[in-house]
């Protein structure tokens, strides 16, 4: 989809209700695509939106071009709870990263236009707990507003959500 239900602050991109067709991925994958090793829904928008968002992960892994490596799911977590987990892990779904800025909710509420954190940090907290298969990463954009708050934001991944610290430390 083309749409996202936050409105952060550094946010650049331009929002629609447009919507890409089931059938036409499909098409795509079967005509376009030999192999791949890594696929990762959302990454400019916030892919929870759309109801169809399984469909399109059942539709990837019942292709040919299945990857071989990693299905992730880029998200800003507050829908999450809307999708049926075991559907996305049957359908391949090996990595959640997590579009996250703090923990405070001060500092999110400003940086992502209100939205409150709870809310993301249960979804998250209860994927985790029920899925400890799935890889949770989380993307971080760094600001003066949030650089205090980083270190508890790590802590809260290690300790809570079992995140393993990976390259740069």
């Known amino acids: 989809n083309d749409n996202c239900n936050l409105n952060c602050v550094y946010c650049h991109n331009s929002r629609s209700k447009r919507l890409f067709e089931l059938p036409i ?13 890594n696929f990762q829904f959302g ?6 939106l759309d109801n169809r968002l399984i469909e399109f992960m059942e539709t990837l ?10 299905i992730a799911l880029q998200t800003n977590g507050t829908l999450l709870h809307r ?3 075991q559907r996305m892990i049957d359908a391949g779904l090996t990595d959640i990263q997590l579009s996250i800025d703090t923990i405070n909710q001060n ?8 939205a409150k954190i709870g809310k993301i940090l249960n979804n998250v907290t209860h994927f985790s707990e029920e899925f400890p298969e799935v890889r ?4 971080v954009t760094v600001s003066k507003n949030n650089l205090d708050y980083i270190e508890e934001l790590v802590e809260f991944g290690l300790t809570v ?3 393993k610290r990976s390259g740069m430390e």
């Open 83 to 85: 999708h049926d987990g």
């Open 25 to 37: 991925f499909k098409t795509f994958l079967e005509e376009k695509v030999d192999e791949l090793n």
């Open 136 to 139: 949770i990463k989380f993307i």
């Open 43 to 48: 990454c400019r928008m916030e892919p929870t």
């Open 161 to 163: 959500i079992g995140i």
């Open 107 to 114: 500092v999110f509420g400003t940086q992502r236009g209100g």
């Open 61 to 70: 892994h019942s292709s040919n071009a299945r990857p071989t490596q990693s």
